[in-house]
Each structure stands twice: as C-alpha cells, then as structure tokens.
C-alpha cells in the first residue's frame, strides 16, 4: 500500500474545527491568566473550578470530534492530523487533567503552594499534550514537546522554598534540554534526508527510497527516538525519573507521570509505526526499541525493588511500564496500537489513582510518601487504603483489573507477531514487580508497634473522594468491562493518519 | 559560495559543534555553562536545517531553524529563573550538590 499524501491546500477556516478541543484549552489557559489577577487569596478555589470548566468543554469538542472524524483528514497543510487516534489520546489527557485538578486546591492549599499561575501552567501543558497527540509534521511535534515541557519544567519547581523541588526542577530542565537537542537533531537529519518534515511526505519518500537506507537517515531515526524516550522516561534515558517525581509537588507528579507518558506515547506511535514502518526502515530501527523495552522493563523493576519512598517506586514502576506499552510499538501491528492504546488508558486510571492517594495524604508543609508514613493506614483510613490496594493489584498485573488486561494485551500482540522472547521478557519482570507492590500494600495493613511514630493523616476531601472513587471504578471497569474500551481503542487505530503504511 | 560544494563542510561542523555542547553537558558541573552547552547543541542543530534548507531548495529548514531560536529563548527564561532561585537560597552553583534526593 503506498502512503497517502494530502493535497497541499491553503489552510481555511474551516480547519479551526480540526483543533477546536486544542484551541479551547489554550483559551481558559489566558483567561486563567488574567483571572488570577483579579481573584483574591481565599477564593483561588475558583480559578481551579474555571479551569475544570475549561477542560470539560474541551472534552466536549473531543467528544464531538470523535463523531465528526469519520473521515480522518489533516488540517492546516498536513501539519495536524484530525483523527480518532489523536481523539482518544486528548480524552485520557483531558479526563487526567480534571483528575488532577480536582486533588490540586485542597493539596496546594496545605503545602502553602496555592498561586493561581498553578492552574494555569497545567492548562499550557495539557495544550501542548494534546497538540502533541494531533501533530503529523516534524515542526509541530517539536513544538508542542517544547510548550508541555517548559510548563512542566515551572510546575516541578513550584514549591519555590523546599531544595528538593528546586532539585527535581533543575534536573528536569538541563536533562531535558539535552533530550532536546538530540530530538532536534534527530529531526533535521530525517528533514535532509527525506525533503520533508511532513509526516505522510516523509512515509512516502522513504517508500520511493525503496532498499537503499542512508545512514544519516537511520542516525536521525535514532536520535529522534533518543529524544522521544526521555520524554516517555524510557531506559536508559530515565535516570532523571525517579529525582525528578519524587521532588516535584506530588500533584505535579501526578499530573505529569501520567499525561506527558500518553502524549509522547501518542506520537511515537504515529512517527514509528505510522510513518516510519517501511521494512527496510523498520528492520533497522526494531532492534533499538526492542532493546530499549526490555532494558525498561528489567531496570524499572528491579530498582524499584529498593526504594523507601512510594513516590521513587511509582516512578520506577512507570519506566517499566513505558517497557510494556514500548512492545506495542515493537511488534509494529495495529494489534500492537490498540494494545499500547488499551495499556495507557489503563496506566492513566490507575497511576493518577495511586499518586492521589499520596496527594490525599499528604500533611502540613510535607509529603507523605515513605513507606513509614503508610503503616497502618488500613486501620485509620480504610477506604483510602482499599483504594491504594486496588491501584497497587492493577500496576502489578492482577485480574480482574485494568493492569491485567493491559498486559494481557501487549503480550498477546507481541506472540501474535512472533516476539516471544519481547513475552518472556514482560512475564518474567511482572512477575518481579509483584513483589515490590505487594509490599506496600501489606505495609498499609500491619499495626504500627509502640516505638514506631503515627501519623497525622489529613482528611479526605470531598473532591479527592471523588477522585478515588472514579479511579477506582475505572480501574475495576476497564478490568471486566474489557470490550467497552477495546472498541473504542480499535476505532481510535483504524483511520489513524499518515495512512498507508502499515 | 557553492551550496552544494559547502555541504559537508557545513554538516561536519554541525556535528563538531553538537558534540561540544553535547559533552560540554556531561563534563561541566556550573548549571549555567550547562545550559550554554545546551544553547550549542541546539544552534548546531540550526546549522544543519539551514544548510539542507539550501541544500534541497525548500524552506522548510529555514523556518524550522526560526522556531527553534524562539524555543530556546523560552527555555532560557525558565532556565536563568530557576537558577537564580537555587542561588538566592544560598546554595553553590554546582550540579553536583544538587543530591538531595540520592542521599
């Protein structure tokens, strides 16, 4: 099949549609901007509630678009892609935002962290998430990384008083600029090389190329996924994961170990199976990803295995997740997409879950995310420990929820195309990272002895119960319910743009 | 000048140019010298869009290379900001004894 070109048209005003959920969320992102200045200290409370506002009419044009997209089509000369695929990603990433926006007020107000540029940092990021997910030229991608990334950068440094914060801000801001540059280079060598930084352009020169594979091309490819697993924490470009999650403000960390992993994921599938799946291409490319997935999976769970901090641990359980969904793109079928896709909706419900209940807990002017401070939760607060609970099974790949079905799905796709080893390899450190989740989910239910110091849980609010409860059933839904979600998973991979390649 | 004729002379430049910066980063311990290593990298990679800009006739390269200045003067805002706030808290500038966390 040869790739599909869209015809080079003069962008028209029809093609605001194509971005609409976008161009919402950019808007409440400047509207929060001035509102903070008009809004005093006691009421910020409200700026969050505008940005909920903000990011529910965005879902709504998502929504909308899901049924408007029927014939997926770029907008604005091939640059975004209008298609489901980028839909169901800006979905995750929306109903995360709402999540996370919901746990912020209560959390901020605690550790003395409540400004109003909070919320609207998390809008600018969440905007370029979602452009991320749509992007289908080289340029825009690099841009959309760039505006998500630089939000993010402000946001870990948020807690302006406390090192830690300041730490994990800087680590991720110079760790960050490198993967840059890489990213950068990666993409002017495939630009040279192809003539072109549109996606469906660069598909279907690579296809004209037939057998003859440059190698400053296959340098580009390499850099350009350098570069892209940073983004997704992926080893051993991970190294700035667990410092940087573990300093930042826990609903920070929230936010962005779970929407900046789907939106890199979003467009490393549409790059690399999408665009760069041509056999010659991807014979070559395979054995990086290949390597880099299962040096994920082996590093994130055994590092994690001895961390004390249940912050570190869900970031270690993060890179060896980016491991498994990295077997969806591996196996380079759309069974592997509909996999990845099935296996970040899952990670989404049920890491921003575990990390609100840490945000939840949290105390006065501290984070509450040692192991010590979680002994005997069981018996002060049994409902948030049962929730803990569950979200701890689903990471570790029991059924019947969301994390088993994840796994189940992307080793199928990877025995379905004949990567057994890729299987092996996914069972055997699942098997591993039970331990370690286990661990603190025993934690939780043991007494505290005499000697050992208890502490002050906060209570619950009303909208972090919420948050809990929706997590929750998404996590148990997504684990029996399991067609609901495959359904729209599978429209989301069919008509995914550039076309024509795999 | 002879765009043709220039081009690997402009490519290899690039590329001395990017390793500089690039292991500039990893050598360098001043998070500000750090962040001008990252400057190199990212003007190297200027150099390259540039030159195959010329060098395939299209303009893609040229206004890619645009956009990358813009993005670099964002991150600097953000980086020179959060730098001096390591700094007013009375700290060294020094990558190294940024390990609170690994203690």
Known sequence: MLAVIPPLVTPSGVDILGILPEVILAGGFVALLMLDLVTSQAHRGRLAAFALVAVAASFGSTVWGWFDAGTPHTVYSGSFAYDRFGLFINAIILISTALVLMISPQYLNRRGLHYGEYYSLILAAATGMMILAGASSLMVIFLAIELLSIALYILSGFSRTEPRSHEAAMKYLLLGGFASGFLLFGMALIYGETGHTQLAQIAAALQNAGNSVDPLLMAGIALLFVGLAFKISAAPFHTWTPDVYQGAPTSVTTFMSVTTKVAAFATLIRVFTYTLGETTVYDRWKIIVYFVAIASMVVGNVAALRQNSVKRLLGYSGIAQAGYILIGVVVLSPLGTIASLYYLAAYAVTNIGAFAVITIMAGRGEDMDSYDSLRGLAFRRPYVAAAMSLFLLSLGGFPPTAGFFAKFFVFAAAIHANQVPLALWGIATSAVSVFYYLRVALLMYTRPTADQPVYNWSRTSFAGGAVLVFTGAGTLVLGIFVTLVWTIAMAAQHGILPAGVI | ?103
């Open chain 2, 1 to 103: 000048m002879n765009a043709t004729n220039d081009f690997p002379f402009l490519l290899g430049l690039a590329a001395f140019l990017f390793s500089i910066g690039a292991l500039g980063v990893l050598i360098r311990r001043n998070p500000i010298v750090v962040f001008m290593c990252i400057e190199l990298m990212l003007n190297a990679v200027n150099i390259v869009f540039v030159s195959y800009g010329r060098y395939l006739n299209s303009e893609e390269g040229q206004v890619f290379a645009f956009m990358v200045i813009v993005v670099a003067a964002a991150e600097v805002v953000v980086g020179l900001a959060l730098i001096t706030q390591v700094f007013r808290l009375g700290r060294e500038l020094d990558v190294d004894d940024l390990d609170e966390m690994s203690k």
